[in-house]
């Protein structure tokens, strides 16, 4: 962190300002700059509020030099995380497929698709027992009886299931699902996110629908400062000026996160564009960008979908989809 | 859809279509405009033949709503929504002015600055008892021990109090509170909407980070089909590309919004541009633009504040831009 | 500017990189922070290509102290510019209107909304000859016909005329015009800016769709390191993710030039909402924000005009618009 | 509006439609589609009797072509394009690899350069001769200098020259450029692609920082109504709220494009990113997405490139990506 003082502070209140900087058990270095000086703080600065900083009468700006995060930094873990979810892998060269349908709608429905996408190479099961609607008149999900069927496919086929979470009162509720989902209106939910830090289940992070690169890092903070340091991050598009997509899928924060964090990054094409024809070039583009994993939408009969139709792969599409994928990660 | 009844249309003949329509499983708003009786109704209409419908002796006309908020919508109450808080009141020409500072910090600091901006025509209190902090290493606020230093202040000036809930676990303890704020962050926490809709508190909506009008109104909607309909919508600035101010104060949706819905909308110019000499302009714009309200962060010693003291303003400052904030409202 | 070290630099490096700046004229003040080392750079850094610092392979960041623009710099002339065109002034206090169609269509339409403008105090008359449309297949424009019946206007109304050039070429044509106007799409025309900074005509620079308010005034030291100062800047809104308005009209901005420069800032509230009920209000607010002017679009017929008609106010609304103003004015 | 002709209709009756269609002032488009003949209509439609049309004895059906770009349109022309330059073919299949340095600075850096990338498989060349700086202190390239630099550097390798033009005026200049580049801030310089729609030249056409890919598809027509039709689109990367990236590299739109036009789409990850360590697995990841191709910067030593250098790979890293760029072309 550095401190540029304003022109015309005098000496006396440059020693108060280092002098108080000492105080907080930094170690203050200054220098000229075109008639300003600079104060460079040396040590833990984590506890000092910038914008109080700035408030003071001598201080010009403050610039930030070390990244407010620290337990999912790469500097504080330089080895790739990876996660453990039953028998699947993510992260550190281990690639997860999450697939399902948006939302569990009936015993019939979530068996019949979770067969199908194990079969093509699903790692795990997705599927929405408490749906985030902007609406209040829309479908909000099967809730308790969705988790119930979601645990009946687990056991017709072995997948672990990954279900989103919207309120940690129900956190009981999902005492036996395997990786809980923070959707992307949640990702600065923080009340939510310290009691997740308070499980040791494995939380998919959806990176919110305006939140940048840091603020998804700091929410995965939060969680791993609780104690949990199972934590997947997931990409699922940014919302932006173009309409022709639903989001604009981010695929850059791939490399980035690898750069930044530690933890595994997954992709969801589904939710980011919001059409069915545009998730399997996504998906394969994501693939071939590095991801550790993908997330899916994938339903038996789109059409009739309860929600995110429009954006559900067919079976029969997703195992095309994924006959490639595989293809691209021989290659990467 | 709403259904507009002819002049003259007796009581047994009104109940007799809610009752047909409540049979339908829609639920319906009665209201008078401009003499006549409109019945809004809400949920699923794709099932009744309009045509039909114009056909009933007594309905005048039937008109499609396409937005998807109701409660929410002007054309189900044209009348503007005065929302009472104790002595003040916020909409339909009533002007509200919330001030205070960021959090609360001591007794003294939270009854110093409620009496300065009391004293300067501030018409409710603001301060935040829990904060939402964007890393878990930053002051999270006083909780408790916050609302009680509020009350404090409320009994030393009179001045209702306005406070950021968080968890709605947190329910109970806002007994008090006179407005419960939604911060930006959890404009989409449904859960949350969900039980605030069943209190009878006013509630103070922001506006997300990069939420359109349109899910702001539909986040009032949840609440509104909870049961509670005081709500005060509020913009505080959205998320661009500009990095200069914090954020992008959107003063647009003050007209917007008077179009659309019959809810107050007041403006917080201190988060949104994020920088204590741009929010008098901006205050000043806002009163000019029409709104109903402002909520203006004041700190007796911002340089000292524990959160945010960079956009906070003096209680000299907010006096003097009080002063033009009612000539400005003399002209309107 | 500061220039970050890479942890690992060995001292010989170190050394090589300073009297590699100390060769560019730049003094070199180092220091040590949390183990990297850190080299203040004092002087002329403006020759210093960033990116090319930043790939040197001892170099981690490069942050600069100092703003690009200098000309335009408030730093560089501390007093308001106050750009004169014929009778009619802007900045300093002094206040423009300039109201006019979005296109010349007649002589007959022009000269009569010349005179229902002026006879409501604009002291500016726009109209566009030269129009940038989105399709080639859209009205591009009278052209030279458009000119010269704005010239007919001026002499019918003594109005200074403001119109759009789309191509230094046709810098002859425009002669007699006051004030030259670039659009908001060729904000970053370099070789546009560059031809203009070689006359003497005054510039009223729009900001781009998306660019920031340093590249704005990037674009106006393009124009005055030709030669010209006199440039007036125009806020028309930026893009952003809602849709309920044209573009986000972004007032902030007001504040922030007069801070950063001392050139004049108008707002054009008719192409930021894109809506004529929207454009009074944020007119409004735009005057007691502090703007230098306005710029406001104003058709006789605007059913009928042959682009943009739906944002245009008709000559008694703009009238009524001006009536506030005026009041506005009085208390800012 | 497209009117497809009955399979059987004669020359005589088709011309004899064209006719009556030009007659009413459209320009008709035609070309065969799967056996059956198609007229494209360009022009206002409005007029036009849809039923009527269909009753005539030839016509098929009438489909009504929302989108406003017409000769861009893929309705209009369903076979891919390939555009041929020299050797080189982009679209349908065919994929080209433009790479060079973002500046030509000397004759030797660009020979090297280009014989570098010649040989890891580029199909060709880039280098910029006339550069777009955001400020004018900043290194505005050699220009005609640099345009002769790039024709020897063609002979000693053969490569097909791609370079970026910034003024119509400089037209003359670009006579033996194959491809003529439209930087993103030029998207919307329509007087400049008026006159590139006059010429024969390839035209390489950047999407706009903040233009929508509507935008993009009409400043094709634009130049495809001027009577050129051998466009490339190319993806450069949006501008949004997030600043760890230079701009948010959009790949959704190849499916996009794809969907919606003719044109062949090519993707520059180079500035879309801003950082050499994001290229390679963005360009991955677009080869993955389906890319009609990509455009990379490539320098022998970014470190002394006199412009971003910063996103420049080193021609060892080229090559490196160019052998896994050839893996993925496999799969797909």
């Not at 006396?12 to 105080?23: C, N, V």
């Not at 308070?198 to 700091?218: F, P, S, V, Y």
């Not at 564009?273 to 899916?296: C, E, K, N, Q, R």
Request: charged share 25%.
């Amino acid at each position: 962190m550095i401190c540029i003082l304003k022109a015309g502070t005098t000496e006396a209140q440059k020693q108060m300002l280092i002098k108080w900087f000492e105080d907080q058990g930094l170690r203050v270095h200054e220098y000229e700059d075109e008639n300003q000086t600079v104060l460079g703080l040396i040590g833990d600065t984590s506890g000092i509020d910038v914008e109080m900083l700035e408030m003071l009468e001598n201080v010009e700006r403050v610039a930030m030099i070390s990244e407010p995060f620290k337990k999912a930094n790469r500097k504080f873990h330089p080895e790739d995380s990876v996660i453990q979810v039953e028998n699947a892998k993510i992260g550190g060269g281990e690639f997860a497929v999450i697939a399902g349908p948006c939302s569990v709608e009936s015993e019939e429905q979530i068996i019949e698709v979770a067969k199908q996408v194990k079969a093509a190479g699903a790692t795990m099961l997705r599927g929405g027992a408490f749906k985030p609607r902007t609406s209040p008149y829309d479908f909000q999900g099967l809730k308790d009886e969705g988790l119930k069927l979601l645990l009946e496919a687990k056991e017709a086929t072995g997948l672990p299931i990954v279900t989103e979470i919207m309120n940690a009162d129900h956190l009981p509720l999902f005492e036996d699902v395997d990786v809980i989902q923070v959707g992307a209106r949640n990702m600065q939910n923080f009340e939510l996110l310290k009691e997740l830090g308070h499980t040791n289940k494995a939380i998919l992070l959806k990176r919110g629908l305006a939140n940048t690169i840091k603020e998804l890092l700091m929410s995965a903070e939060y969680i791993m400062s609780g104690g949990n340091e199972n934590i997947i991050l997931c990409e699922r598009g940014i919302r932006t000026f173009e309409t022709y997509t639903r989001n604009t899928l981010d695929l850059s924060v791939i490399p980035v996160l690898h750069q930044l964090t530690h933890l595994p990054v997954v992709v969801d094409p589904s939710h980011a564009t919001g059409h069915a024809d545009l998730v399997a070039p996504m998906a394969l583009a994501a693939t071939a960008g590095g991801a550790d994993g993908l997330m899916i939408e994938v339903h038996n009969d789109p059409a009739k979908a309860l929600c995110d139709g429009a954006q559900s792969l067919t079976p029969d599409q997703f195992k095309a989809m994924m006959d490639k994928v595989r293809k691209i990660r021989e290659v990467i």
